[in-house]
Nanobody, 127 residues
Framework: QVQLVESGGGLVQPGGSLRLSCDASGFTLDYTAIGWFRQAPGKEREGVSC????????YYADSVKGRFTISRDNAKNTVYLQMNSLKLEDTAVYYC????????????????????WGQGTQVTVSS
């Protein structure tokens, strides 16, 4: 059974940094990518970043480009999200998820494409 466990969230001041981890286990199936998403209170879930299996291609939402970096450690089945220069508007619950199939012409950060989800970790940016 596929299991995704996020960790690393917390409270940080504006301008600070956090590194989120997504530990994946229980799957032997092929997948296309692992992504990070976030959902703030009263808002829809939005894609933040994803990294593809194999080539390790990365995609970022415009709102986080230049501030967030996604990476992976294949030996540990872990995907990381390094978040720098955090802003108040980055406050949200952050989720990781796996997409099994490709996305064709769609945006790879479309939440509805993803098949398996973790429980989320809270990130709060506040002074």
């Amino acid at each position: 059974q596929v299991q995704l466990v996020e960790s690393g969230g917390g409270l940080v001041q504006p301008g600070g940094s956090l590194r989120l981890s997504c530990d994946a286990s229980g799957f032997t199936l092929d997948y296309t990518a692992i992504g990070w998403f976030r959902q703030a209170p009263g808002k829809e879930r939005e894609g933040v970043s994803c990294i593809t299996n194999g080539a390790g291609s990365t995609y970022y939402a415009d709102s986080v480009k230049g501030r967030f970096t996604i990476s992976r450690d294949n030996a540990k089945n872990t995907v990381y999200l390094q978040m720098n220069s955090l802003k108040l508007e980055d406050t949200a619950v952050y989720y990781c998820a796996i997409v099994r199939r490709g996305w064709g012409p769609l945006n790879p950060l479309t939440p509805g494409l993803y098949d398996y989800w973790g429980q989320g970790t809270q990130v709060t940016v506040s002074s």
